[in-house]
């Protein structure tokens, strides 16, 4: 398990798959995504959003709630470095979508000191 888990607490560390992030529960950005994820609708939306890219309109379907709301939940999500906008489409109106996924990478969030054990376990 030598290097896999970074030595530094709020530090990225990188593989194939994508990064692993390690935040230390006090962390303002781990505040930030226990904010963002402590919201019904923001966790549904991210759980659809495993399941396939959406756009705004669709996300608003799969979890029955208004095109406002999921949006709004949508930046949210994004500015926590949960999902980001993957690409574009159109609506049969012409109007041009973002289409969102969820990043790659995966997620740490240290409580009590526990950052410790990952700087032994290299």
Known sequence: MSGLLPSETNRRVGDEDGEVRVLPLEDEEAAQLIDCLAVDTARATLAALQDEAATASELADAVNTSLQNVRHHLEKLREAGLIRVIGTKY??????????A???DSLVVCVGGATDRFASAE
């Open 91 to 100: 609506s049969v109106k012409g109007r041009e979508m973002k289409v969102y």
């Open 102 to 104: 969820p990043t790659r």
